[in-house]
């Protein structure tokens, strides 16, 4: 059984950097700046051949407003976990916040192991000493920068388990979704909605998702990988080194998943920031659903304006499914899952060769491509190349001169024809190769014969 272990303490003592070790993953985003990490962050932690849960948690301050929310979200995994580190920091020393957290623990009756980080070139025992009077048993000494004592402190919690059997590594099953957009459009609150918990910290304050989280999630007996990421806004307005950060994280999101799901805000319209965005999508060739959130609220006519301007904004993506939903209050949320696990089916779907060449056949025949120097290009047939995306690869003569548009026309037909929607579609050409180019032709002692008395005649009439 795999056993839960939760990382605590005030913000900056470095739980980040000792989740990244602990993992060996880089998952987490890590910076000299309280308050980076928010929300909830699980990843494996293996050791002796076993493997358990551990949680990044944002660190607790006491303070009002997005800190108390933090708080929280940290108080639920301290909830969920069978063992506690208490990260400090040793070049701080003791602080009220530290024995205001060591109180909280201790009323939960968990087991809290106190590690005290941030001590590389420190008398180790002097250090600890100050940690003790918090009455939570021994103290740990490490740097999860560099890695000291950590070792230690694994042994000695992996080994407190009970019972401890050895577990098989999970795959992660079903599609990776996406959840992305612009900042406060509410991608926080539909993953919040979607899940049915507070499971990702939503605030009405621009920029409050920093990094990318990962959550599995059932729907309906499928198995999905929701991914809440940060706001991406534009290029120049970001000077902040985290949000660049954040940035990256959200691009690689998208890199990784199979569909994505981009949130707008009916209040706000379609900006050249969302165009950028889907055109990001398009070119990783990910399947597309479009949220447009905070609907429900919204007077008719405002509903018109905005119908009337994704049709004029989005004619380049008319393959995308549009959704009007209320992340809020649930409206129109039901049914976007659904959509996505058909849409990802339909990404992923093989075609026979004989199919695809038939839908080119009567492609052309309905509309030949255009001739190029008196020349007839010749589109001789098609296979699927790959999936998630589909691509389709046509065979045939001077397919290199094949134009843009008539690309865009071959793509419509195979959508229509094969009833696809959501995904974009890939189309690519290969031209057959001339087995006598670069080779010279050799003339037999006749044929040289004739050649030269025909070169003779010509130079006589001349």
Not at 58 to 63: D, K, N, Q, R, T
Not at 209 to 223: K, L, N, V
Not at 246 to 269: C, F, H, W, Y
Not at 314 to 322: G, K, N, R, T
């Amino acid at each position: 059984m795999k056993r839960v272990i939760a990382l605590v303490g005030r913000p900056n003592v470095g739980k980040s950097t000792l989740f990244n070790r602990l993992t060996r993953s880089r998952d987490a985003l890590v910076a000299d700046e309280p308050g980076l990490t928010r929300d909830r962050r699980y990843g494996p932690l293996r050791f002796a051949d076993y493997s358990h849960i551990l949680i990044d948690t944002g660190g607790i301050s006491g303070e009002e407003g997005i800190d108390e929310l933090i708080a929280e979200q940290a108080y639920l995994a301290i909830e969920e976990s069978d063992a506690v580190i208490f990260l400090v920091d040793g070049r701080a020393g003791l602080t009220s916040d530290d024995e205001a957290i060591a109180n909280q623990l201790r009323a939960t009756g968990k087991p809290v192991y106190v590690a005290v980080n941030k001590t590389e070139g420190m008398n180790r025992d002097i250090v600890a000493a100050d940690f003790y009077s918090m009455g939570l048993g021994n103290v740990y000494v490490c740097s999860a920068a560099h890695g000291d004592g950590v070792g230690d402190l694994l042994e000695t919690i992996c080994g407190s388990f009970p019972d401890v059997e050895e577990d098989e590594v999970e795959e992660i099953k079903g599609p990776k979704v996406a959840i992305v957009g612009r900042p406060n459009v509410g991608k926080s609150t539909l993953v919040n909605r979607l899940l049915g918990e507070e499971r990702v910290l939503a605030f009405d304050m621009p920029g409050t998702t920093r990094d990318s989280i990962s959550i599995p999630f059932e729907h309906h007996g499928d198995q999905f990988t929701l991914i809440d990421t940060a706001g991406v806004r534009r290029k120049s307005r970001v000077n902040d080194k985290i949000e660049k950060f954040s940035i990256v994280k959200t691009l690689q999101a998208i890199e990784t998943s199979n569909v994505v799901v981009l949130v707008l805000d009916a209040r706000q319209g379609i900006s050249s920031q969302d165009a950028s965005l889907l055109g990001y999508v398009i070119d990783a060739g990910k399947a597309l659903l479009i949220a447009v959130n905070k609907w429900d609220k919204l007077p008719q006519s405002d509903k018109d304006n905005v119908k009337r301007e994704l049709d004029r904004k989005l004619s380049f993506v008319d393959y995308a499914s549009v959704h009007f939903i209320s992340a809020l209050h649930g409206s129109g949320v039901g049914k976007l899952m659904g959509v996505v696990s058909r849409i990802y089916q339909m990404s992923k779907t093989s075609h026979s060769t004989s199919l695809l060449t038939q839908i080119l056949e009567d492609a052309v025949k309905a509309h030949a491509p255009p001739m190029i120097h008196g020349r007839r290009i010749k589109l001789r047939y098609a296979h699927q190349g790959g999936q998630n995306p589909p691509v389709f690869i046509i065979h045939g003569n001077q397919t290199e001169r094949v134009s843009e548009s008539y690309t865009r026309y071959l793509v419509n037909v195979f959508r229509k024809v094969l009833k696809i929607e959501g995904t974009p579609i890939r189309v690519e050409f290969k031209a057959h190769a001339n087995p006598f180019e670069g080779r010279r032709s050799k003339m037999t002692p006749l044929q040289s014969y004739k050649a030269k008395k025909n070169l003779r005649f010509e130079k006589k009439r001349r």
